[in-house]
């Protein structure tokens, strides 16, 4: 989501699973941020599907691309997580529950693959007249007392750990006493930002035997200020960007250097269950087709993210004709994997072949234009045979293939209405594949072996 759901479809909804593992793993409730339960019970409005596509835009033309490094472990200790849906919260990213601090508090964040911070909705210190009560919200939001926090432990704005390693992460250079705590100003590519302190602290996470463990040294910001469309209702994000900081590195160097996710179709509703792991997610998920694995791109020219050498797309069976330098990231390309964009981009050059191969197939259907919609082609799908839809596949450089399945790329954007969801981007410029695109697919980012793993799966354990 950094510098980064259209009716119901497109928004993502909520999920509560059971973690089934061989051995012990943590195990954290995921939510998405726009259920029932954080809008009081009420479904998303229409326009939220304006809303998600505008957030898809905003965040890809803000991406910033930025050089990170990476840490690794021989740890294999698998971590699993609830992970769902979120139409039924009305926004296209997953959500999960983490316990902050000592003692714990329990709050809701985002789960974001695309930015590298991890922050709650916090107070450093209780104000002159504030109410420091416990459990005290404020603005009807939970907030985490860090004042109250044992664990909780300032980074200092003098250290190096501030002015150098923290700099990629909004860091401010101002420090007018060494014992001032090193504070940022993160901004996110919808127009939504963050502010606080950066500080490390201890999370607790329940294993699946029912026990509780806990992490230490943990990087969180203490956000005091935040604002933006998509950090309404939660109360904050989980980073799990490429990045030495981020939550997905620090937690998967202690469980053997990966982790996957299963997303289940976006229509999804609030009963349907998939998983979030850290560790191995071997016999955690069941998949439905063959297992693959291509290169994953971790030292790249977009190494905050997390990108894939593609060679080419082909539709019905045919390679389009797209020129090299759209995959290519030395020549101004490459194409990353994103599950905070709901939507899949692809840069003008690979665009408009796409858009063209699978428009012949459903031509016959009549055209529909959706008011604040910005997808090229939508149209009625009254009695739609889905079987004239063609074969996408992107071809990896290594001979994989990623065949995403056909609801995936022609989506329902409202009741007998229909569209190909894809968004064009500029060129020279990175192509994303979304969320929607990755749905009822396991992914696996080995970050030890530099390799992505996938396979066709349901996802859902109900």
């Known amino acids: 989501m950094k510098q980064r759901p259209i009716s119901l479809f497109l928004i993502l909804l909520l999920f509560i699973v059971q973690a089934r593992a061989r051995h012990d793993s943590?195990?954290?409730?995921?939510?998405?941020?726009?259920?029932?339960?954080?809008?009081?019970?009420?479904?998303?409005?229409?326009?939220r599907l304006k809303d998600l596509i505008q957030h898809d835009f905003i965040r890809h033309q803000w991406?910033?691309?930025?050089?990170?490094?990476?840490?690794?472990?021989?740890?294999?200790?698998a971590v699993e997580m609830p992970l769902g849906a979120g139409r039924d919260f009305g926004?296209?990213?997953?959500?999960?529950?983490?316990?902050?601090?000592?003692?714990?508090?329990?709050?809701?964040?985002?789960?974001?693959?695309?930015?590298?911070?991890?922050?709650?909705?916090?107070?450093?210190?209780c104000g002159l007249g504030d109410d420091c009560s416990e459990h005290r919200r404020i603005n009807k939001k939970r907030v985490f007392h860090a004042y109250q926090s044992s664990s909780f432990s300032p980074v200092a704005c003098f250290s190096q750990t501030c002015t150098v390693e923290l700099s990629y992460l909004f860091s401010l250079t101002a420090c007018p006493t060494p014992l001032t705590p090193c504070a940022y100003d993160y901004r996110y590519a919808d127009g939504s930002s963050a502010m606080g302190i950066f500080a490390n602290e201890s999370v607790t996470v329940g294993l699946t035997n029912g026990r509780m463990t806990k992490i230490s040294n943990v990087l969180i910001g203490c956000s005091d200020t935040f604002q933006g469309p998509t950090l309404q209702n939660v109360d904050g994000v989980m980073g799990l960007g490429n990045s030495k900081y981020s939550f997905a590195t620090k937690v998967a160097e202690k469980m053997g250097g990966k982790f996957s996710y299963c997303l289940v179709n976006h229509l999804s509703h609030i009963n349907?269950?998939?998983?979030?792991?850290?560790?191995?997610?071997?016999?955690?998920?069941?998949?439905?087709?063959?297992?693959?694995?291509?290169?994953?791109?971790?030292?790249?020219?977009?190494?905050?993210?997390?990108?894939?050498?593609?060679?080419?797309?082909?539709?019905?069976?045919?390679?389009?004709?797209?020129?090299?330098?759209?995959?290519?990231?030395?020549?101004?390309?490459?194409t990353i994997l994103d599950s905070g964009t709901s939507l899949t981009f692809l840069t003008d050059p690979a665009y408009r072949p796409v858009m063209e191969a699978i428009e012949k197939s459903i031509s016959k259907y009549q055209r529909v234009n959706l008011d604040g919609v910005p997808m090229?082609?939508?149209?009625?799908?009254?009695?739609?045979?889905?079987?004239?839809?063609?074969?996408?596949?992107?071809?990896?450089?290594?001979?994989?293939?990623?065949?995403?399945?056909?609801?995936?790329?022609?989506?329902?954007?409202?009741?007998?209405?229909?569209?190909?969801?894809?968004?064009?981007?500029?060129?020279?410029?990175?192509?994303?594949?979304?969320?929607?695109?990755?749905?009822?697919?396991?992914?696996?980012?080995?970050?030890?072996r530099n390799k992505l793993g996938f396979a066709p799966s349901a996802c859902s354990n109900s």
């Not at 991406?63 to 990170?68: A, D, F, P, S, V």
């Not at 993210?305 to 390309?333: C, H, K, R």
């Not at 009741?415 to 969801?421: A, F, L, N, P, S």
């Open 26 to 47: 943590i195990k954290l409730e995921l939510l998405h941020r726009h259920a029932p339960q954080l809008n009081h019970g009420k479904p998303p409005p229409h326009g």
């Open 272 to 334: 349907v269950s998939s998983y979030l792991i850290f560790g191995s997610s071997d016999d955690q998920i069941e998949v439905s087709g063959n297992a693959r694995s291509t290169k994953l791109e971790l030292n790249s020219e977009v190494s905050s993210f997390y990108a894939v050498n593609v060679l080419g797309i082909s539709v019905g069976g045919e390679m389009l004709d797209i020129p090299s330098q759209v995959w290519d990231m030395t020549q101004g390309g490459g």
């Open 63 to 77: 991406r910033e691309i930025t050089r990170r490094g990476r840490r690794r472990s021989n740890a294999n200790v």
């Open 376 to 448: 090229e082609y939508c149209f009625n799908s009254t009695d739609f045979d889905e079987t004239l839809v063609p074969k996408l596949i992107f071809h990896f450089a290594d001979g994989a293939r990623f065949e995403p399945h056909w609801d995936s790329y022609v989506i329902e954007a409202a009741d007998g209405v229909r569209c190909i969801g894809f968004l064009p981007a500029r060129f020279p410029g990175t192509s994303v594949i979304g969320n929607i695109m990755q749905q009822n697919y396991l992914w696996e980012f080995d970050l030890v």
């Open 91 to 125: 926004i296209g990213q997953y959500v999960t529950t983490l316990k902050v601090g000592t003692p714990s508090q329990k709050f809701r964040l985002i789960v974001d693959t695309g930015s590298d911070l991890t922050w709650i909705n916090c107070r450093y210190r």
